[in-house]
């Protein structure tokens, strides 16, 4: 079993920035894939970036390219999600979640790929 607890969340002004942590605990060392998602009310759950546990390879959606980031701490064992220059419509609750079956980079989007999931944190960005 693999443990996720994501932090950082809160409320900014558009155009600022925030940094999401996820520290896996547990059984790490099966975990292949980690993977930061959001759901906005009313909306799917998305995929905004993803790495590979081993290796650093990293995935991001269209729409944050440029913007967001996810960088990891092998030190601390932590993957982030740094946010830069937010928009209203990056509000919503952002997941961290982990997978530790192999899978191609072209699924990396698919929420059902994932086994782990933290219990969220909410972002909010106001114009």
């Known amino acids: 079993q693999v443990q996720l607890v994501e932090s950082g969340g809160g409320l900014v002004q558009a155009g600022g920035s925030l940094r999401l942590s996820c520290a896996p605990s547990g059984r790490t060392f099966n975990v292949y894939v980690m993977g930061w998602f959001r759901q906005a009310p009313g909306k799917e759950r998305e995929l905004v970036a993803a790495?590979?546990?081993?290796?650093?390879?990293?995935y991001y959606a269209d729409y944050v390219k440029g913007r967001f980031a996810i960088p990891r701490d092998n030190d601390k064992n932590t993957v982030y999600l740094q946010l830069n220059s937010l928009k209203p419509e990056d509000t919503a609750v952002y997941y961290c979640?982990?997978?530790?079956?192999?899978?191609?980079?072209?699924?990396?989007?698919?929420?059902?790929?994932?086994?782990?999931w933290g219990p969220g944190t909410q972002v909010t960005v106001y114009s």
């Open positions: 790495i590979r546990w081993s290796g650093g390879m990293t």
């Open positions: 979640a982990a997978a530790d079956q192999i899978f191609y980079s072209s699924s990396y989007y698919l929420a059902t790929k994932y086994n782990y």
